[in-house]
């Protein structure tokens, strides 16, 4: 399969600190950022506090599309535009996926898709502040029912200025249950259908380039974006366009590389864990290591 698709990183909130950025963009392990989503409450805040925790993206010097999340149109069109101004932003995604509960509560992220028209009305005022071109959606299935991507879905394809999809074949309320794995191909099929022209990255388990070539092969996706498996093999991304090292041989060289960026105690054991799993015996060397 000729490789002329996207792939993106996921944005994974509390994984993509600064310090893992700049471990991951000095190893050339991807060519664009997505970072995690930036919440916005009753007003807008200072540009120096919206870049505070994401600075290691925009020093990257790679294209960054900036995730943001809130239920105010106009306060996310306003964030949307300032920080577009800055240098390497190309894009602005809203998070209406976000599973977790604390976010859901407060009817934000995935929260949105319980009410799946009112979740692509909301998308779509706020994708009528922007620029043409520039607006994004990174969203689920549906919250509970994956059928209601029926609804939301050529809502937000047929309007014109959403450029992008970012598709998780889960519902929210299946979170990341691997017991879904059986209806990834189907749903994303049906998501790339519902979407007609605008391109739709597909999300969710997607470990490998040859699991990446099959379910785009099967689905018509225009790319994918891959997470949790990148934490278990930090060069994977590479693995699409060149050669990279093995998933063993590059755990070892990016928590080298975060060592020399100074990440210690709490912070570098919990990157171990996700490297490496908390059951390994690599896991507890870097516990004890740590802890002495």
């Known amino acids: 399969m000729k490789k002329d698709f996207e792939v993106w990183p996921g944005p994974m909130e509390g994984v993509g600190s600064n310090e893992f950025v700049r471990a991951a963009s000095a190893l050339h392990l991807t060519g664009v950022w997505m970072t995690p989503f930036i919440r916005l409450t009753q007003s807008v805040p200072t540009l120096k506090k919206m870049v505070n925790g994401i600075s290691a993206y925009l020093e990257s010097g790679l294209p960054v599309v900036v995730q943001l999340m809130g239920d105010d149109p106009e306060i996310l069109g306003r964030c949307g535009k300032m920080l577009l101004a800055l240098p390497n932003v190309t894009g602005i995604n809203l998070n209406m996926g976000c599973p977790s509960l604390r976010v859901v509560k407060h009817g934000a992220g995935g929260g949105w898709l319980k009410e799946p028209l009112r979740a692509a009305e909301f998308a779509l005022k706020v994708a009528e502040t922007l620029p043409e071109g520039v607006f994004s959606v990174k969203l689920r299935s549906g919250f509970d029912d994956p059928g209601d991507m029926e609804i939301f879905l050529p809502e937000l394809a047929n309007h014109g200025k959403v450029s992008k999809i970012f598709f998780h074949y889960r519902t929210v309320k299946e979170g990341y249950s691997f017991s879904t794995l059986p209806y990834r191909q ?82 570098l054991i919990e990157m171990a864990r996700m490297l490496w799993g908390s059951e390994s015996e690599r896991f507890r060397e870097v516990v004890r290591q740590e802890n002495a």
């Open 186 to 267: 189907e749903r994303i099929r049906r998501a790339v259908e519902l979407c007609g022209k605008v391109p739709l990255i597909a999300n969710g388990d997607i470990d490998s380039v040859e699991n990446a070539e099959d379910l785009l092969c099967r689905t018509g996706a225009a790319g994918v974006m891959i997470a949790r498996p990148w934490m278990r093999d930090p060069y994977l991304l590479r693995r699409f366009t060149g050669n990279a090292p093995d998933a063993a041989e590059g755990r070892e060289c990016f928590f080298a590389r975060l060592r020399e960026n100074g990440v210690s105690g709490g912070a």
